[in-house]
């Protein structure tokens, strides 16, 4: 079978949807897998609807991964005749690709893993703006203030630890700094997540208190790692006692090898400036040559539908109203991220000169 | 001419965007610590590479062609066979199993298993064609102990040795893989970082510049380390020459040859087959052909243009070396040490100005491959061409055969080898290769290589280890067809 686990999943949330539509409540227990494809039909968006006219092909970059959203795009084409043509990468690797592209880019849709890079896209004027009736559905903290890329699904920055090596973890990132946490932090310099909590770190604090913080920990060893999940296995193997990840990280790690694998938890910060949100999002190429297939494909990610599903599978947080988060998170309003404005997280190139002045990153 | 263009056009667009901020930036970007930093991190890590190369491939290429090892002929397919294990794969396979690897050991180790053959393999088709007499006359006066006929046989091969290990070299240098795995911040990890998200392609163009200043000296060095060696033989060459007896080296050899078997072959195989089931699949066999038929048809298609583009190339270098056609060769080496991600923003920039209707799409891909393996092939083909004597075409001529009867009726047949051994090259080189399939193939298709690093970016072993498996069983076989022929 072609994918058949993810198929089941999403038919699953598309079925939720459907109970939930029908009975009001925020039940999100987990779907049965014997579902009936009718329910589907029922979660297409209808009033102002931006699928009204459309039809064609789209081609998408996304930053998001085959394995998630393959089967999101297939259900969008089944629900609005809009054929999607979709190139997977790196969201940055893509961004960059747009940049070089040009105003001659053959993308139609940019979905992208974060905000830096999206911001990277709309910096460069490349992107139109996303459609009113699409963004009303996220508040508009999570979207662009120019109003051409919008927020799909949030996360948040959490430290992950070993309860065999930490008993009580800390509450704000300022405590990291302590010797007696040397050589016993995980991070991941190049990671864009963790970049861009530095940037987050640098709009709260100011250059100078952002430099001071960095140089206190890099002053303690913290340990470098490829990727948040290589440092969140760090952890669970005992290797380093905590480190600095997306919340989702650990769930996925529970999901795939069972929670008898898992010792690791999470420590979420509120109030605290590493509990930053950062968010996956998409905008509409200026010109694309097919904006109406665009501006639907947009307002499909953050439908009840492609909401549900993003929640049950890659547990970030919906954006959309009415759409119950996973089950184990905190709810999203108890986060209290920083108050940042997403669009300030463009600054990455500064962030990475930063990073490289106090030594943690290679430039 | 086609060809050199192909190679100089990432170029022309490195120039280009390394002077956007003005000629004072790069002067800026260049002098500083942290690029001089770079430079002997990854000078280091080539040298090292290289030179285990080097040590590992003399012995065991002589001793599966010259000698009379046992089961010498599997051991010849075999130890071609880590060309078939991609830098990223088997870095993973090494860290996951023990993370203390990172740095510049496992970088050192995980690309000196998976380059060596880049030596290795010229090497035996060098020896296979290497005169016996000299043998006889060293033995003849008492010179005849093994480790004496292996260095006159490798002194022999001396252009071919250069040209592997500068092969060796600018592919530790281009490498992205294994370093970015490994996490040892050689060039290619910080230039594709500072490409990434498009924030500073000023840097990486810089970065790149130098990398190819780096590949200029490397090819000027191979060139006067091959010198004037005069490395032609007598017809008899085509004799196949009796194999040398071994005796107590035998242990020593055999064991060599199983430690690099098992740590660039049978190492990542293992963790493969544990990843398959103890994790099981995630995608179907639909999936995982899809990929395969995207992996062949293009690597196939590109191996055959390369090695066609190559050979007037080859056979020119090798035959009549004038300044020109010296220079037509070394320009294509330029472009093997550009990390492929800097070819391939380079042609996503050249594509969809200049090649609008085709970006995307196969033939740009496959241009691309050619632009960055033509090397590879060149190499091969040029020292198997080297060791036609000369006096065979004048022979040729002199009995009335036309020019271009000669190069198809006496040059092509002798270099068969070569050619077969290039193109093999080629096609697992695109087989495996990364950065420009991730950019440049066509949208909505997928390779086993693509596959395969968007599972193992995000340690999922079930979907990795399907397409890790078919990628290495699917590369071997062209390695294997093209070394167990001869």
Not at chain 2, 408 to 421: K, T, Y
């Amino acid at each position: 079978m072609f994918r058949s686990r993810r198929l089941v999943s999403l038919t699953g949330a598309l079925l939720v949807v459907g109970v939930v539509a029908s009975c009001g409540g925020d039940d999100t227990s987990t779907p049965s897998t014997d579902t009936s494809e009718t329910t589907a039909t029922d979660t297409v968006p209808v009033a102002g609807d931006p699928c009204a006219d459309a039809s064609g092909s789209i081609t998408v970059y996304s930053g998001r991964s085959e394995s998630l959203v393959a089967d999101l795009y297939t259900q969008f084409t089944a629900d609005t005749g809009v054929a999607v043509e979709a190139r997977y990468g790196d969201s940055g690797e893509l961004a960059g690709q747009i940049l070089t592209e040009g105003s001659a880019t053959p993308a139609d849709v940019f979905f992208s893993q974060d905000a830096g890079a999206l911001g990277a896209v709309s910096e460069a004027g490349l992107f139109t703006t996303v459609e009113a009736s699409t963004l009303e559905r996220v508040p508009a903290e999570f979207s662009s203030t120019t109003g051409d890329w919008i927020g799909a699904s949030a996360r948040v920055r959490v430290l992950v630890y070993n309860p065999e090596l930490v008993s009580a973890p800390p509450t704000s990132i300022d405590e990291l700094l302590d010797p007696s946490w040397s050589g016993r932090i995980g991070f991941a310099p190049t990671n864009a997540s963790w970049q861009s909590f530095v940037t987050g770190l640098r709009v709260i604090r100011g250059e100078d208190g952002a430099r001071e913080w960095l140089t206190a920990f890099a002053a303690n060893d913290p340990v470098a790692y490829e990727k948040n999940g290589a440092v969140r296995d760090a952890v669970n193997a005992g290797e380093v006692a905590i480190g600095l990840v997306n919340h989702y990280y650990l769930y996925e790690k529970i999901a795939a090898e069972g929670a008898d694998a898992v010792v690791a938890e999470n420590q979420y910060l509120p109030g605290d400036v590493g509990g930053l949100v950062n968010v996956a999002g998409a905008g509409v190429l200026s010109n694309s040559d097919n904006s109406r297939g665009a501006q639907c494909l947009v307002s499909y990610l953050v439908s009840e539908a492609a909401q549900t599903y993003f929640t049950t599978t890659t547990f970030e947080y919906p954006l959309a109203e009415g759409v119950a988060a996973f089950e184990s998170l905190p709810a999203f309003d108890e986060l209290d991220p920083p108050a940042i404005d997403l669009s300030d997280l463009l600054s990455i190139a500064e962030t990475q000169e930063l990073l490289a002045d106090v030594g943690l990153l290679t430039l | 001419m086609l060809a050199a263009v192909a190679s100089l056009a990432p170029l022309a667009y490195l120039v280009d965007v390394a002077f956007d901020r003005g000629a004072n930036y790069l002067w800026d970007e260049i002098w500083q610590r942290r690029t001089f930093d770079l430079v002997v991190r990854s000078a280091v890590l080539a040298a090292a590479v290289t030179a285990a190369s080097v040590v590992i491939s003399v012995p065991l290429a002589w001793a599966v062609m010259r000698s009379d090892m046992r089961a010498r002929r599997v051991w010849r397919v075999v130890l071609a066979l880590p060309l078939a294990v991609p830098s990223y794969l088997a870095a993973f396979a090494w860290i996951s199993w023990e993370s203390s690897l990172a740095g510049f050991w496992g970088a050192f180790l995980v690309l000196t298993a998976v380059s060596y053959p880049y030596v290795y393999l010229p090497l035996t088709a060098a020896f296979a064609r290497l005169d016996q007499a000299l043998d006889e006359i060293a033995t003849v006066h008492g010179r005849g102990s093994v480790a004496r006929l292996m260095m006159l046989s490798a002194r022999q091969c001396r252009g071919t040795l250069a040209a592997g290990s500068l092969l060796v070299a600018l592919y530790v240098l281009s490498d992205f893989g294994a370093v970015a795995t490994m996490r040892y911040d050689a060039f290619t990890w910080v230039i594709y970082g500072a490409y990434r998200a498009g924030f500073n392609p000023t840097r990486a163009a810089v970065l790149a510049l130098v990398l190819v200043l780096i590949a200029l000296v490397l090819v000027a060095a191979e060139a006067m380390a091959r010198g004037r060696a005069v490395t032609t033989m007598t017809s008899r060459a085509v004799i196949r020459p009796r194999p040398i007896r071994l005796r107590r080296h035998a242990v020593w050899l055999q064991a060599l040859a199983v430690l690099v078997a098992v740590v660039s072959l049978a190492f990542p195989m293992w963790r493969i087959v544990v990843w398959v089931t103890r994790f099981g699949t995630e995608d179907g066999v639909g999936d995982v052909a899809s990929a395969l038929w995207g992996s062949v048809r293009y690597s196939i298609v590109a191996a055959v243009i390369t090695v066609l583009v190559a050979l007037p190339i080859g056979l020119l270098v090798a035959r009549y070396r004038t300044r020109a056609s010296l220079l037509l060769e070394r320009s294509t080496y330029v472009t093997h040490a550009l990390p492929g991600i800097v070819v391939a923003i380079s042609m996503v920039f050249i594509g969809v100005r200049v090649f609008r209707p085709v970006y995307l799409e196969a033939p740009l891909l496959v241009l691309a491959y050619v632009a960055l393996f033509l090397p590879l092939a060149v190499g091969g083909i040029r020292s198997s061409a080297e060791q036609i004597p000369l006096g065979l075409d004048d022979v040729a001529r002199s009995l009335g055969s036309p020019p271009m009867s000669v190069v198809r009726r006496v040059n092509l047949p002798l270099i068969a080898p070569g050619i077969a051994s290039a193109t093999a090259l080629v096609t697992l080189a695109a087989m495996k290769e990364l950065p420009v399939t991730m950019l440049l193939r066509p949208t909505g298709s997928e390779t086993l290589a693509t596959r395969l690093w968007t599972y193992t970016t995000v340690s999922d072993y079930a979907g990795a280890g399907p397409y890790a498996l078919a990628i290495i069983v699917f590369v071997a076989i062209p390695t294997a067809i093209a070394t167990g022929r001869r």
